[in-house]
């Protein structure tokens, strides 16, 4: 049964993330020209920033770090409310709708090789941020449904016990530290690999 449980808040993350999927994507060819010109996302301009940046990798990790562990807390927190589901929810929406218009973007301008770029974006953070952030959707569906769901006498009884704070507190302290390693990763590394890649622009 938790398995089953778990399987199905997996797949409603992705059918959420699929849905704001195509509405970026939907987005972006509705409104092409506004996206597509020369000095828009991903033009050649910006290109040639991309390509000739030298980011110093502590600078770049501060920034990093400083908004994925603020969006981090700022979701975990709003997990402990009545509307905590519904802002988690629109979060996944949103995640998916910039993807879709960057892939979008992406694909219109350098055709496989925006798709390559992509790809390059999120490598190899994405190994770590990804499988971290959907264990955050995961830990904030939990709680929340130990503090809200109605008609569990077990989950009343969690509510209040010591345990159940001590256990979720310990699960957070180990998605941060798999999100601090995915932000050093996404300073250290995820640059050379950009650039690297963008050799073939």
Not at 28 to 52: P, Q, R
Not at 104 to 128: N, T
Request: aromatic residues 12%; positive net charge; hydrophobic residues 50%.
């Amino acid at each position: 049964m938790p398995n089953q449980s778990f399987t199905k808040k997996c797949y409603y993350m992705l059918y959420l993330f699929m849905l704001g999927l195509f509405i970026g994507i939907l987005i972006v060819n509705m409104g092409h020209d506004a996206w597509i010109g020369e000095s828009g996302l991903l033009g050649i301009g910006m290109m040639e920033k991309l390509e000739t940046s030298t980011l110093e990798g502590g600078k770049l990790f501060g920034y990093i770090l400083k908004h994925r562990l603020s969006t981090l807390c700022m979701l975990s927190l709003l997990a402990t409310t009545m509307f905590g589901i519904s802002a988690i929810c629109c979060y996944i929406c949103y995640m998916g709708l910039a993807a879709g218009c960057l892939v979008s973007v992406a694909v219109i301008r350098y055709g496989i090789r925006g798709l390559i770029l992509m790809m390059a974006g999120i490598f190899p953070q994405g190994i770590l941020l990804i499988p971290g952030y959907l264990a955050l959707f995961l830990w904030a569906a939990g709680i929340h449904r130990v503090l809200y769901a109605k008609g569990a006498y077990m989950d009343s009884l969690e509510k209040y016990s010591r345990q159940f704070y001590l256990k979720k507190a310990v699960q957070m302290g180990g998605i941060m530290i798999v999100v601090i390693i995915g932000c050093l990763l996404e300073s250290y590394v995820n640059p050379k690999v950009l650039h690297l890649v963008l050799t073939i622009f």
